[in-house]
């Protein structure tokens, strides 16, 4: 199947960058607590992570500790906090140019690769276990594509930042690992209704190849689209 070919509509593009997926966490759920806990928690965490505050200032935030004097929505701070960057200070992208163009934008429905997975992905009953091994590739995956808190992975919260910035959700080095080895195995199969020929081995293969880049640099993973 040519990944390159037109779905027929204007879809988003989606990239993944580089990120701790850790930190990435921490703060998103720093960020749900009531005020007088988010603002103490956020303090203790800068404390806590000098090479955070640093970034806080290089960005020209003169109070890192201090959230309420960051004037960043809550999309942009998780962004600028967590990616990892080059030399240039430009954030680092994932995989190869080629293998980007064909994980951004696949050809069917939303364009997201991740989603149709999700929706075209079955457990392989031949598999001892696979129901369970087959729940946690769901969850790594809905994580990557429609994380809202630490155990709700159904919406996408931090979509609608500023200047467009939308990130779907995010992964841990760990999570990134574990993904990689479960896709790789032999542990889910394809349903019947699939409306692409070859479409989800297509697709697994492409993730597969981001993953294993991420893996490469030691690297969490944090999902955007470009809309």
């Not at 690769?113 to 598999?127: A, G």
Request: proline residues 4%.
């Amino acid at each position: 199947m040519d990944l390159n070919q037109a779905s027929g509509t204007t879809t988003a593009f989606y990239t993944l960058h580089s990120c701790d997926g850790e930190l990435a966490l921490v703060i998103s759920e720093i960020l749900l607590l009531e005020p007088d806990q988010r603002y103490a928690q956020w303090a203790k965490l800068i404390e806590n992570n000098p090479t955070l505050e640093q970034r806080l200032l290089d960005q020209g935030i003169s109070q890192p500790d201090n959230l309420q004097s960051i004037a960043w929505d809550e999309t942009m701070l998780l962004f600028l906090c967590t990616i990892n960057v080059d030399d240039e200070g430009k954030p680092i992208g994932i995989g190869e140019s080629l293998k980007r163009e064909r994980f951004g934008r696949f050809p069917y429905d939303d364009g997201s690769i991740i989603n149709y997975l999700v929706e075209f992905l079955r457990p392989n009953v031949k598999v001892t276990n696979s129901n369970e091994v087959f729940d946690k590739i769901v969850q790594l995956l809905s994580k990557l594509s429609a994380f809202n808190h630490s155990s709700d992975y159904t919406e996408p919260r931090f979509s609608g930042g500023m200047g467009g910035m939308n990130i779907l959700g995010f992964l841990s080095l760990e999570e990134v690992i574990e993904l990689r080895r479960l896709l790789s195995g032999r542990n889910w199969s394809v349903a019947s209704d699939e409306p692409l020929d070859g479409g989800v081995r297509d697709a697994i293969k492409h993730v597969l190849a981001m993953l294993k880049a991420a893996e490469r640099i030691d690297s969490g993973v944090i999902h955007r689209a470009h809309l």
